[in-house]
């Protein structure tokens, strides 16, 4: 557990937004590689893929700032969050970030989640390249699910199980 708190006269505020938003980016991730769509086509996978990478993006950027920071710097632009990270956690190859840009574009002006006629007529050629792109390669969010499950495996045997994140009110 990785909580920033601040105490001092009137309480403690304590930062848990980042593990947080980790977890939810991890259930996102497991969700899109459990779905199985009953249509030749679906645009699901690609949400559920780009709001785990959002998620995980937005928790790395709340270390350090709190989530009205984050939200008014970097909206849903996953590119715009992915390079304000510091060099060190920037580990896409070229031709990974040429698909999260593809699918930045479309995620931020909510194209994976309603119905666009135009991707329908053209039969929404500009989403394969982004989904063989996702199946061939490790994706950021691949990589940082791996390192979530040894980072919360590891948490959850220092706690005997359990951790902030399972309390009933988060």
Sequence with gaps: MNATVISGVGGIDANLSADAFHRWATHYYKCRHDFASPHKFSPVPYFLLCRAIELELRSRHLRGKRQLEVKRAYGHHLTKAYAGLPPVEQILT?????????????????????????????????????????RSRRSFCAHEAQQAHARYTADEQRSNGRTVMDHPQL
């Design 94 to 134: 070229p031709e990974e970030v040429v698909v999260l840009e593809q699918a930045s574009d479309i995620y931020a002006s909510k194209g994976f989640e309603y119905f666009e006629p135009e991707d329908a007529f053209t039969g929404f050629r500009r989403f394969p390249t982004f989904l063989c792109s996702i």
